[in-house]
């Protein structure tokens, strides 16, 4: 790639290397753009006779024809690519959904050469026609070479960004307490409303029961029988460990516990199973109030039937401390 000063009635069909401004200073063409036909025309009637222009050499790519084919193959899922001016692309979602992002694979794609991609975070929720992520390329170029390599980079190990939709999901809700079952539900039912209600959502399905094993896992097997998406259970009482009066239910009511506490604050005390492919969670005193907690960063992924692991709990340790 090579800058050149040239007569402007030679310069259609070249990229402009520096924008050009009217005398008054208003800008009249931006950089990179393009010159067409009747942009020389208006150069003319401004007075200009020379531009300063971007010759491509051979082996290297226009910035807006190769940021399209990285957008194409970075990402899967209902999503819509939208080329933006000044070797860019925006990816956005077409329906309600959770973003999934490989973070190690982003990395490696950022270190390759003249293209760089942003996203939105793991497991955040977008709303349709909400922006995921930008692609952006190096002004004007991108050798061919590099962009090949990256293409295989995308190919091999991609997708980078996945947008899982959230269809038709039904969140159940089993409030506990050890003296009351109806305590739990006046304590945390309006701010159980205000954390689903940030997702367009409300609890399909409620209970109460008693802190005692037998009748919190009857609880549980309710639920799990109208089959919803996940259950909730809000209890007034924090467990030590999976082998409290919650985690041995959740087991009795065939839970495998996947996870137990989290490099999060607030919401470290988390415990996570799986009911066949049903996520229980347990996350005491996350209920108690609307601000952001565990709950709020793993509600995302689960409502999009994505199995959250406990290795992905650990790792959101880096960023874990919310407040």
């Known amino acids: 790639m090579r800058a050149q000063t040239v007569a402007i009635d030679q310069s259609a069909g070249r990229l402009l290397c520096s924008p050009v401004f009217r005398p008054c200073g208003k800008k009249l063409l931006a950089k990179g753009h393009l010159i067409s036909p009747e942009d020389i025309e208006l150069l003319a009637s401004e007075g200009l006779r020379q531009v300063w222009v971007t010759v ?29 001016a000044g070797g860019r692309a925006n990816l956005f979602t077409t329906a309600d959904g959770c973003v999934l992002v490989d973070d190690q694979l982003l990395k490696e794609v950022n270190c390759a050469g003249s293209v760089v991609v942003a996203t939105a975070p793991n497991f955040s929720f977008v709303p349709a026609g909400g922006r995921v992520a930008t692609v952006k390329s190096a002004p004007f170029a991108v050798p061919k070479g590099q962009l090949d390599a990256l293409l295989a980079l995308l190919e091999q190990g991609g997708p980078l960004l996945q947008a899982r939709p959230i269809e038709r999901p039904a969140v159940a809700v089993l409030y506990t307490d050890p003296m009351a079952s109806e305590r739990a539900r ?12 940030r997702f367009g959502l409300a609890p399909r399905f409620a209970l109460t029961a008693i802190e005692d094993e037998e009748q919190v896992a009857k609880g549980l097997a309710h639920l799990l029988h109208a089959e919803p998406t996940l259950i909730l259970v809000a209890s007034t009482t924090a467990p030590a460990g999976p082998g409290d009066t919650i985690g041995r239910a959740m087991a009795r009511a065939g839970c495998r516990i996947e996870r137990f506490l989290a490099p999060v604050e607030p919401g470290n005390l988390l415990l996570l199973g799986y009911a066949g492919d049903v996520p229980v969670i347990a996350a005491p005193g996350c209920y108690r109030s609307a601000k952001t907690n565990i709950v709020d960063l793993i509600l995302p992924p689960l409502l999009a039937r994505y199995p959250v692991s406990g290795w992905e709990i650990a790792c959101l340790g880096h960023g874990g401390l919310l407040s």
């Open 186 to 197: 006046q304590l945390f039912e309006s701010v159980m409303r205000q954390r689903l209600g």
């Open 56 to 84: 491509l050499d051979d082996d290297e790519v226009f910035e807006d024809d190769a940021v399209l084919p990285v957008a194409l193959a970075m990402a899967c899922g209902p999503l819509e690519v939208r080329p933006a």
